[in-house]
């Protein structure tokens, strides 16, 4: 079982930047890919960014140029900082792990709204 927990949400102007932050019960070197989704009232949820245990990464095009994940093995933790956001970026975004065995395993979620 890995049990993540998010931090890091919150309000912001366009433009703005935000850091989201999932922190793992266990070690990440023992997760096969953690990532990021969002999802927004009436749509599916989307992959916004994953890295992968071997520090693989890959994004949603959208976020392509101002979105970063990257991680820290020490703090069993991964994050995902926002930059340049738009109005469009406002969503719930959950952390998402994949275990060695494919199981996988979700956050609470964290609220992002982009609004002047």
């Known amino acids: 079982q890995v049990r993540l927990v998010e931090l890091g949400g919150g309000l912001v102007q366009p433009g703005g930047s935000l850091r989201l932050s999932c922190a793992a019960s266990?070690?990440?070197?023992?997760?096969?890919?953690m990532g990021w989704y969002r999802q927004v009232p009436g749509k599916q949820r989307e992959l916004v960014a994953e890295?992968?245990?071997?520090?693989?990464?890959d994004y949603t095009d959208s976020v392509k140029g101002r979105f970063t994940i990257s991680r820290d093995a020490a703090e069993n933790t991964v994050y995902l900082q926002m930059t340049s956001l738009k109005p469009e970026d406002t969503a719930v975004y959950f952390c998402?792990?994949?275990?060695?065995?494919?199981?996988?395993?979700w956050g609470q979620g964290t609220q992002v709204t982009v609004s002047s």
């Open positions: 998402h792990a994949v275990d060695l065995y494919s199981r996988e395993y």
């Open positions: 266990r070690s990440i070197s023992s997760i096969n890919a």
């Open positions: 890295i992968t245990r071997a520090g693989f990464t």
